[in-house]
C-alpha cells in the first residue's frame, strides 16, 4: 500500500514539473510595464524625463506594444474641478525596445493650482481573439505629477 502512494506521488510530481507553465514572477501592479517621472514636480515649461520598463509585459504576458501614448490628466478621483480639464498630450511613441526613456517639457497649458495631476500611460497593443483573429486592447498605467507655477487657475 506504502509503494502505491508513493508511486502516485511521484507519477504527479513528474507530471507537474514536466507542464511548462508559464510562471509570473512580476508584481500584478507591473502587468503592463512600469515608468518613473524624474523629477515628479516640476514647473509648467520645466523638463521631465520619463522611463518606461516592458519587461513584465514583454517576458511574462507576452505584450508587445505598438503605440505609447504619454498624457498628462487630471486625477480620477480629484473632485476639485470635476474632470473639466482636456487632457494634455505629451507624446506619443512607436515601441522599438525593452526600455523607453525620453525628455520632454511640461506644456503652458490651462491647468489648475487646486487640481491633482498624474501622468498616463496608454499601451496599444494587438492580442489574438477566441478564433485567431487580432484586435487592438489598450492597457492604462500611471504615476503622479505635481506641477507647480500655475499661471491659469
Not at 95 to 104: E, G, N, P
Request: with cysteine.
Amino acid at each position: 500500500m506504502q509503494f502505491k502512494v508513493s508511486s502516485i506521488l511521484l507519477a504527479l510530481a513528474a507530471i507537474a514539473s514536466a507542464a511548462p507553465a508559464r510562471r509570473k514572477t512580476c508584481v500584478e501592479a507591473n502587468r503592463y510595464g512600469s515608468f518613473a517621472v524624474v523629477p515628479s514636480t516640476v514647473a509648467v515649461g520645466g523638463s521631465v524625463n520619463i522611463t518606461t520598463d516592458f519587461t513584465c509585459a514583454l517576458t511574462y504576458l507576452e505584450i508587445v506594444p505598438k503605440y505609447i501614448d504619454y498624457y498628462i490628466e487630471v486625477l480620477k478621483d480629484d473632485t476639485t474641478n470635476a474632470n473639466h480639464e482636456a487632457v494634455v498630450m505629451l507624446e506619443r511613441r512607436l515601441f522599438t525596445t525593452t526600455i523607453d526613456s525620453f525628455i520632454t517639457t511640461i506644456p503652458d497649458a490651462y491647468y489648475f493650482t487646486t487640481a491633482t495631476y498624474e501622468i498616463r500611460l496608454y499601451i496599444t497593443y494587438s492580442m489574438n481573439g477566441t478564433a485567431g483573429i487580432p484586435y487592438w486592447q489598450v492597457a492604462v498605467i500611471d504615476g503622479p505629477l505635481n506641477i507647480t507655477g500655475i499661471s491659469s487657475s
